[in-house]
DNA sequence: TAGGCCATCTGGTCCT
DNA sequence: AGGACCAGATGGCCTA
């Protein structure tokens, strides 16, 4: 159940080998670490270990990278919240990832017409799912009424007026997803480790992470401030307000070496539902 | 070379 | 209806 291994984390970043990692707890629950560390990687590992084992072909007796096979990993993915959402979960109905099974005649084209054109000048042609004979596209012809709906629309635009549409929905969501990396990278900023152009950046699993802990770290450390405020003034100082100290957590971050001088009090785990991302990880 | 991380495409679903 | 959000799939790059 070893999502996150604060050693790999250490072993790719010299940074991270010493000072905050080394000390604080790195808190996440269980589930998110499931979720953030996603089927993904393990349907990778999966495609890789097949590849290299030489068992592309259609055989997935062993190892299946279906969606719907029930590997064992699979028994750690939370359940969706959303009905039949996503992709190649509904059903069993996906297919392999054999060019034969692949798709609508529809797709087909785009894919002639933006392999050849060029998706957009930005587009990392060839990569990504891009043009994959993909599972959700066969489990789309199996999809809801609403679905169907927009298709018979869809059906009902000109090739070039699907193709644009598709550049704009692709567009769209790399606008989305840059917007997305910004934030990570302002997240970033403000974290308490080391920056600079030779140390290699945070992963974003990491950073999110690590913000997670610094806020802890953060409002731990102004809770006991809190306490020994009281016990200075011993109740007297009515006038204390917990905001006089709020301002902390939302100024400018503590420097690395402030953090990590943080007493050991304040780097361990706080609360109940808190689980050490693996005992061998953070046994200080 | 395996594994980690990432960008991108894509279809489905939700929201305004 | 259109856009935002989500998650699966895929291939590239990098490191140990």
Request: with cysteine.
């Amino acid at each position: 159940m070893l999502i996150i291994d604060q050693r790999d984390l250490s072993a790719r970043s010299p940074v991270l080998r010493c000072g905050f990692w080394e000390r604080a707890p790195l808190l996440a629950s269980t589930e998110a670490c499931v979720k953030l560390r996603g089927p993904r990687e393990r349907g990778r590992t999966l495609r890789k270990l097949r590849l290299s084992l030489g068992a592309m072909d259609s055989d997935a007796s062993l190892v299946s990278s279906r969606p719907s096979s029930p590997e064992p990993d699979d028994l750690f993915l939370p359940a969706r919240s959303k009905g039949s959402g996503g992709s190649g979960f509904t059903g069993g109905t996906v297919s392999s990832s054999t060019p034969s099974d692949c798709p609508p005649e529809l797709s087909a084209e785009l894919r002639g017409a933006m392999g050849a054109a060029g998706a957009h000048p930005g587009d990392k042609l060839g990569g990504g799912g891009g043009f994959k004979s993909s599972s959700s596209s066969t489990s789309s012809s199996t999809s809801s009424a609403a679905a169907s709906s927009t298709k018979k629309d869809k059906k009902q635009m000109t090739e070039p007026e699907l193709q644009q549409l598709r550049l704009k929905i692709n567009s769209r969501e790399r606008k989305r997803m840059h917007d997305l990396n910004i934030a990570m990278d302002g997240l970033r900023e403000v974290m308490p480790y080391a920056h600079g152009p030779s140390v290699r950046k945070l992963s974003k699993i990491a950073t999110l992470l690590l913000a997670r802990n610094y806020i802890l770290m953060l409002t731990n450390s102004l809770e006991e401030m809190k306490r020994l405020v009281s016990e200075i003034y011993g109740g007297h100082h009515a006038g204390f307000h917990p905001s006089a100290c709020g301002g902390l957590a939302h100024s400018a971050p503590l420097p690395a070496a402030r953090v990590n001088a943080a007493p050991a009090t304040m780097l361990r785990p706080q609360r109940p539902g808190d689980v050490q991302l693996g005992a061998s990880l953070y046994e200080l």
